[in-house]
């Protein structure tokens, strides 16, 4: 049974931070990649982020490049997203997923999705 669950979310100002965790109850968590995606009303599932098992290879999309930054801590389960500069077009439902294997773009490779955390940015 895998098992994801997301916290931090919540109403921050434009051009403020937001850390967002996804605690993983997976056996050996190390060995699976793990990304962030996002959805906002009445638009499909986008990527966000993502990271190897090792943590040493991240991938981001282009809108997060520079602002937001993946982590993940494997002795603890947990994988992060630091956003930083948060825009109100980064307002969505975001959601932590797992693979097993590698760490991809595409959220059809994701086997295992948290509920997700809502983060709203304000203007």
């Known amino acids: 049974q895998v098992h994801l669950v997301e916290s931090g979310g919540g109403l921050v100002q434009s051009g403020g931070s937001l850390s967002l965790s996804c605690a993983a109850s997976?056996?050996?968590?190390?060995?699976?990649?793990m990304a962030w995606f996002r959805q906002s009303p009445g638009k499909e599932r986008e990527f966000v982020a993502a990271i190897r098992w090792s943590g040493f290879t991240t991938y981001y999309a282009p809108s997060a490049k520079c602002r937001f930054t993946i982590s993940r801590d494997n002795d603890k389960n947990m994988v992060f997203l630091k956003m930083n500069e948060l825009k109100p077009e980064d307002t969505a439902v975001y959601y932590c997923?797992?693979?097993?294997?590698?760490?991809?773009?595409?959220?059809?490779?994701?086997?295992?999705w948290g509920q997700g955390t809502q983060v709203t940015v304000s203007s």
């Open positions: 997923a797992a693979q097993d294997g590698g760490a991809t773009m595409t959220a059809a490779d994701y086997e295992y």
């Open positions: 997976i056996r050996r968590a190390g060995s699976y990649g």
